[in-house]
């Protein structure tokens, strides 16, 4: 019995053409999307707007620039001008009234600003080499904080995009469906069939983790065969961590379905969860920018400490015992979240 209504959970699925498209074929779109833009594993290239009357006087500058991220792109003072109107230039060379000088757009800063300093180091570095000394620049080692082969962006946004997933199919599959049937009152219907209700939720849990298994699969057959990453730990110990984060979203979107009446209350609710966690848990990128109040509350949150695990693992090839407080937060949330979801759940 168990077995038919896991593959009833499963039909039901793959009728589904947005939501098979949403669970698999989004989070490989991401996962090419960026780390095809970040494939050189380095600092992203930037780009310096170089108007005509500053390139004439700043070739000792430019040439300098060759061996930084810092991309120039030459164009005549007014095409310079028009393309800063628009407010496409993120930072711009130029002829002030006292010679070249730089200029940075104040909405994009966090841009301009990076690529402010490189050309700022290449013009100091020009001027060393110009007094006859030579510029010494401190050594750059490129490597994993475990010493294993983590060659690229990609390397650390896949761990990102798993724990993501988790977390969506955790929420939306999960707790929105949950709703669901409850909205259109086919947990009532059920209520008073032969069908006993162990068997209904643990054929939606088992059909969760398949889908979360073929998930998995997909997106490290595509790291793999596109950006040559692979898991540097134990399969077992990335098994594992899949389980537990499997288990810790899926109770939470068990829970947070208890205090929904409908999809749309339910909808809302979700991502009020969901987008924070998503946004400032390190899924993109690190949050070392933003504010430190920022990076101590997002620690509380389950997906941030999860993903330091998972990385550590996947990227490092690390065991999980430098990790007990992260798996501990992971672990009271997955209490937490089920024992509300029990004293929430209801047939009615």
Same mark, same amino acid.
């Given at each position: 019995?168990?077995?038919?209504?896991?593959?009833?959970?499963?039909?039901?699925?793959?009728?589904?053409?947005?939501?098979?498209?949403?669970?698999?074929?989004?989070?490989?779109?991401?996962?090419?999307?960026?780390?095809?833009?970040?494939?050189?594993?380095?600092?992203?290239?930037?780009?310096?707007?170089?108007?005509?009357?500053?390139?004439?006087?700043?070739?000792?500058?430019?040439?300098?620039?060759?061996?930084?991220?810092?991309?120039?792109?030459?164009?005549?003072?007014?095409?310079?001008?028009?393309?800063?109107?628009?407010?496409?230039?993120?930072?711009?060379?130029?002829?002030?009234?006292?010679?070249?000088?730089?200029?940075?757009?104040?909405?994009?800063?966090?841009?301009?600003?990076?690529?402010?300093?490189?050309?700022?180091?290449?013009?100091?570095?020009?001027?060393?080499?110009?007094?006859?000394?030579?510029?010494?620049?401190?050594?750059?080692?490129?490597?994993?904080?475990?010493?294993?082969?983590?060659?690229?962006?990609?390397?650390?946004?896949?761990?990102?995009?798993?724990?993501?997933?988790?977390?969506?199919?955790?929420?939306?599959?999960?707790?929105?469906?949950?709703?669901?049937?409850?909205?259109?009152?086919?947990?009532?219907?059920?209520?008073?069939?032969?069908?006993?209700?162990?068997?209904?939720?643990?054929?939606?849990?088992?059909?969760?983790?398949?889908?979360?298994?073929?998930?998995?699969?997909?997106? $490290?057959?595509?790291? *793999?065969? =596109? !950006?040559?990453?692979?898991?540097?730990?134990?399969?077992?110990? #990335?098994? %594992?961590? @899949? &389980?537990?984060?499997?288990?810790?979203?899926?109770?939470?979107?068990?829970?947070?379905?208890?205090?929904?009446?409908?999809?749309?209350?339910?909808?809302?609710?979700?991502?009020?969860?969901?987008?924070?966690?998503?946004?400032?848990?390190?899924?993109?990128?690190?949050?070392?920018?933003?504010?430190?109040?920022?990076?101590?509350?997002?620690?509380?949150?389950?997906?941030?400490?999860? $993903?330091?695990?998972? *990385?550590? =693992? !996947?990227?490092?090839?690390?065991?999980?015992?430098?990790?007990? #407080?992260? %798996?501990? @937060? &992971?672990?009271?949330?997955?209490?937490?979240?089920?024992?509300?979801?029990?004293?929430?759940?209801?047939?009615?």
């Amino acid at each position: 019995m168990l077995f038919r209504q896991f593959i009833i959970e499963w039909k039901l699925f793959s009728r589904d053409r947005a939501a098979m498209f949403w669970t698999f074929a989004f989070p490989v779109l991401m996962l090419l999307g960026f780390g095809t833009i970040f494939r050189s594993g380095s600092t992203p290239t930037l780009t310096l707007v170089v108007s005509g009357q500053a390139a004439e006087r700043s070739a000792g500058v430019l040439k300098a620039l060759e061996r930084t991220p810092v991309k120039p792109l030459l164009l005549s003072d007014a095409e310079a001008q028009a393309r800063w109107r628009k407010g496409d230039t993120a930072a711009q060379l130029e002829e002030g009234p006292a010679g070249p000088r730089l200029k940075v757009n104040t909405y994009l800063v966090s841009q301009g600003q990076v690529t402010a300093q490189i050309v700022q180091q290449a013009n100091l570095a020009l001027q060393v080499v110009r007094s006859g000394q030579e510029p010494q620049f401190l050594p750059v080692a490129m490597e994993s904080p475990g010493n294993a082969h983590a060659a690229n962006y990609a390397a650390f946004l896949l761990p990102g995009l798993l724990g993501v997933n988790l977390m969506s199919t955790g929420l939306f599959s999960v707790g929105m469906v949950n709703v669901s049937y409850r909205e259109k009152g086919k947990f009532r219907r059920l209520a008073v069939t032969p069908l006993p209700k162990w068997v209904f939720l643990a054929g939606q849990v088992l059909h969760r983790l398949t889908v979360v298994l073929l998930q998995v699969l997909v997106m $490290l057959a595509v790291g *793999r065969l =596109v !950006f040559g990453i692979a898991n540097q730990g134990s399969y077992a110990l #990335l098994g %594992l961590l @899949l &389980v537990l984060g499997t288990a810790c979203f899926m109770s939470m979107g068990f829970a947070l379905a208890g205090f929904a009446r409908t999809s749309e209350g339910y909808g809302a609710l979700s991502n009020v969860v969901f987008l924070p966690m998503m946004f400032l848990s390190g899924v993109y990128f690190t949050l070392d920018a933003a504010p430190r109040w920022m990076q101590q509350a997002v620690v509380a949150l389950p997906l941030s400490p999860y $993903l330091k695990a998972l *990385r550590a =693992v !996947f990227n490092d090839g690390a065991g999980l015992a430098g990790h007990g #407080l992260e %798996l501990a @937060l &992971v672990g009271v949330w997955t209490a937490l979240c089920f024992g509300v979801a029990l004293r929430k759940f209801s047939w009615a």
